[in-house]
């Protein structure tokens, strides 16, 4: 089978000035075009751009040990967050994952409620002060300073908020310029020291110093408060062997969730406020469950079961807005996936949760914001890989209930108290670097509701 060329392919640079200028256009353009399969040229690199679910399972579960993350991206994605658990391959992997896993068991999450929620009253107490003065919040910057709060205080025992913006920012170029390396890979070696390259290695050695600085404190006084999540990492041990993590994988582990972390987390609640504001309906609903569920008191962790509704606001928000939007890897076996489609060894592969969460075969009205399709009823029969916002397979993101924990308490204790509302006829527009963010930002006014 010679699968059709993803559109918008141009002499020399192939598919790849299509994916650096419009890749969710071309994206969503190639599954209208090609149908569940779409072959794609970039300079040096061949591949297949896979649409359906049962694909995406075939690569990321069936396949898994025949894909690596030798990829372009997963090259640039390094120069910042190491070899830790997103960007390293094989044993090493598996002895990491193997170390990590105890650190992120739901209980232990679950303990990190509590200071999760005490944070988020801080923010609310800014949104307060916003609202009676009828001031414009940036929603995402406020989530980004938010969840980047939650993960210096829980993983490195920092009081982050004075220092806050400038780490946002660093975050914000140092993920800009990935990208840029990634879309454009004629740009000169980070050794090289031209004034762009000076200013990335500068912003990556201030967050790999603030991190080690944390490491080392937590190391020298285990008992000292705070950096609970740190002290896990450092206590933990792999199961078979009895091993721990040296320092330089703790700040690869610890950078990688830092970093990408909190990045993640604060872009999906964004676009949560986003969707709240432009479908009321499904904004009382959430405050309906909150108000029913929680009264007047404080969220908890145990409260997370409890709030399915804010859970299925998250749920719809992670189909159309999944901050990781794109996955490649690269295929070192060739892997027959049936009808003659067979990806040849050494070429790439990828698979976009954005276009599939969009397949018109298995989302009716694609585009619509509709919480209640993950209702149990509606969500049978649905493909598992249909929805794969945190990957699938060996590889799921290791911190998926840690972030949909924090998502849910954070929504729930803010969504109580106030309704957000856009600007006269803004309309919210993805912008995909390494995650997909709201371009330059979002602009809100958040009103306090009566009861609060």
């Known amino acids: 089978m010679h699968a059709p060329q993803l559109p918008g392919s141009v002499p020399i640079l192939k598919n790849l000035y299509a994916m650096r200028t419009q890749p969710l256009a071309t994206l969503s353009r190639g599954l209208r075009e090609c149908g569940d399969v779409a072959y794609v040229e970039f300079p040096g690199h061949a591949g297949h751009m896979l649409f359906h679910p049962d694909h995406v399972r075939a690569i990321l579960v069936d396949n898994a040990k025949r894909i690596s993350k030798s990829t372009p991206g997963f090259a640039a994605l390094r120069l910042l967050l190491g070899n830790g658990l997103v960007t390293s391959d094989g044993a090493f992997w598996l002895r990491q994952r193997r170390i990590a896993q105890p650190a992120f068991h739901r209980a232990k999450i679950y303990a990190l409620g509590a200071r999760m929620v005490e944070l988020t009253e801080r923010t609310a107490d800014e949104w307060r002060r916003a609202a009676e003065s009828n001031s414009t919040i940036d929603v995402a910057d406020s989530m980004m300073h938010l969840t980047l709060r939650i993960v210096s205080d829980t993983m490195l025992a920092l009081d982050i908020d004075k220092d806050a913006a400038e780490v946002g920012r660093s975050i914000t170029f140092l993920l800009h310029e990935l990208n840029e390396r990634i879309v454009r890979p004629f740009l000169p070696p980070l050794s090289w020291p031209t004034p762009r390259n000076q200013r990335f290695n500068a912003a990556r050695d201030h967050l790999q ?244």
Not at 314 to 340: M, N, Y
């Open 209 to 452: 110093a603030i991190i080690a600085k944390a490491i080392r404190d937590k190391r020298a006084n285990p008992d000292s408060k705070g950096g609970d999540f740190l002290r896990m990492l450092i206590d933990a041990r792999d199961e078979e062997t009895g091993e721990a993590m040296d320092d330089k994988q703790l700040l690869d582990e610890v950078g990688t969730i830092f970093a990408a972390g909190h990045e993640t987390t604060a872009n999906l609640l964004a676009w949560a406020w986003s969707w709240l504001a432009r479908f009321p309906a499904a904004r009382r609903a959430l405050q309906r469950e909150l108000d029913e569920v929680l009264g007047d008191r404080a969220a908890t962790a145990d409260d997370y079961p409890k709030l399915p509704y804010t859970r299925m606001v998250l749920s719809e928000t992670l189909r159309l807005c999944p901050p990781a939007w794109f996955i490649s890897r690269r295929v070192e076996q060739s892997i027959d996936l049936g009808e003659g489609l067979v990806l040849p060894e050494k070429s790439l592969v990828f698979v976009s949760p954005y276009v599939t969460h969009r397949h018109p075969r298995y989302w009716p009205d694609p585009e619509g914001f509709d919480p209640e399709r993950f209702t149990e009823a509606r969500s049978e029969g649905r493909p598992t890989f249909a929805y794969f916002p945190f990957g699938g397979g060996p590889r799921k993101c290791i911190g998926d209930t840690f972030a949909l924990v924090e998502a849910t308490l954070i929504l729930a204790t803010l969504a109580r108290r106030f309704e957000p509302s856009l600007p006269v006829g803004a309309v919210p527009v993805p912008e995909p670097v390494i995650t997909l963010r709201p371009r330059g930002g979002l602009p809100m006014v958040m009103r306090q509701r009566a009861s609060s």
